[in-house]
């Protein structure tokens, strides 16, 4: 049962341009949201985070939307770097930071 | 500051046997969480440890142990591995159980190949 759901395995997008990945959930305890991002032989970093009392957080390029009627929060990265390519993992957490709940994460690819 | 340095960085065992793995959290870091990484299932918790006591448990069998030292050093186990145990295994640390998920630090991690 995946309660955490990432369901593009990868996106490709031209430098400078938006990058939109998406997540869905399951458990409406789930009450605080976190993006991963992970660079092939490390482990994951935290990116940018978001409560379930906002809709929105931002953080330079980066950015998280939060629909919690639909279950939905994306992250979008603009502008897009070569850099930005990664694997992104959405994680969600409920309460006194329980255990982290993961999706299976997005290849991202920024192409120069 | 080093970061969470985990040991060995690969390992390839045969069905049947069993492995350790070890983490060493950031200096000053109490909390330990181990992660299991597959493509199919992606990142899910395994447990978490403080004060050398397991805090929180995910839903694997009780192959899959820990424990922690006096030092937050941890080690993980998993007897009687299994083909589906092959994975890349994730330990983080973070202060204490009060520091939020975003002060959360992932070593590299152990690449187990299981044959």
């Known amino acids: 049962d995946q309660q955490v759901k990432q369901n593009s395995p990868s996106l490709s997008v031209q430098e400078g341009r938006i990058s939109i990945l998406n997540c869905d959930y399951t458990?409406?305890?789930?009450?605080?949201f976190l993006w991963y991002k992970k660079y092939p032989a490390e482990g994951p970093t935290f990116l940018i985070s978001?409560?379930?009392?906002?809709d929105k957080n931002e953080d330079g390029r980066f950015t998280v939307f939060l629909n919690k009627s639909a279950k939905h929060l994306s992250l979008h990265i603009v502008p897009s770097q070569p850099g930005d390519s990664a694997v992104y993992f959405c994680?969600?957490?409920?309460?006194?930071?329980?255990?982290?709940?993961f999706g299976k994460g997005t290849l991202l690819t920024v192409n120069p | 500051k080093a970061g969470v340095t985990q040991t060995p960085r690969y390992l390839i065992k045969t069905r049947g046997q069993q492995v350790t793995l070890s983490c060493s959290p950031i200096?000053?870091?109490?909390?330990v969480s181990w992660y299991q990484q597959t493509p199919g299932q992606g990142l899910q918790f395994l447990f978490e440890?403080?004060?050398?006591?397991?805090?929180n448990k995910g839903n694997f069998p009780g192959r899959f142990s820990g424990r922690q030292f006096s030092n937050s050093r941890s080690e993980m186990n998993v007897s009687t591995l299994e083909l589906g145990d092959s994975a890349l295994y994730l330990c983080?640390?973070?202060?204490?159980?009060?520091?939020?998920?975003?002060?959360?630090?992932f070593g590299s991690g152990t690449q187990l190949s299981v044959l």
């Open positions: 994680a969600a957490d409920r309460g006194s930071n329980y255990k982290l709940t």
């Open positions: 200096s000053g870091h109490r909390s």
């Open positions: 440890y403080f004060s050398e006591t397991q805090r």
């Open positions: 978001i409560s379930s009392i906002k």
């Open positions: 983080a640390s973070r202060r204490d159980l009060g520091a939020t998920n975003e002060k959360l630090f």
């Open positions: 458990n409406s305890m789930f009450d605080y």
